[in-house]
């Protein structure tokens, strides 16, 4: 049974920040590409970052760029989101998400993990 369980969620201020995991089990994590959506309230989920299998590429939206980093580590098969200089409107909870390319009903998703971030 494939399980993505993240964590590092929380309440922190303006400017501040805060690490993201996705731990996954049930899965060759190093087959998937990972990628992090956020979804604030009335809005639709969002691509936040996202980094291939063998982490050679990144990409991210433009409005986390030079705040964001995701990395990866396969052999803990866990992915990261290092979020620095957070805003308010970084305020969502945050999805993390597998894809195996090749065989594409092989996506899944974790139960997220709030940020909140005070102004």
């Known amino acids: 049974q494939v399980q993505l369980v993240e964590s590092g969620g929380g309440l922190v201020q303006s400017g501040g920040s805060l690490r993201l995991s996705c731990a996954a089990s049930?899965?060759?994590?190093?087959?998937?590409?990972m990628s992090w959506y956020r979804q604030a309230p009335g809005k639709e989920r969002e691509l936040v970052a996202r980094i291939t299998n063998t982490a050679d590429t990144t990409n991210y939206a433009d409005s986390v760029k030079g705040r964001f980093t995701i990395s990866r580590d396969n052999a803990k098969s866990t992915v990261y989101l290092q979020m620095n200089n957070l805003k308010p409107e970084d305020t969502a909870v945050y999805y993390c998400?597998?894809?195996?390319?090749?065989?594409?009903?092989?996506?899944?998703w974790g139960q997220g993990t709030q940020v909140t971030v005070s102004s």
């Open positions: 998400n597998a894809k195996y390319r090749p065989i594409p009903r092989y996506n899944y």
């Open positions: 049930g899965v060759t994590f190093s087959s998937y590409a």
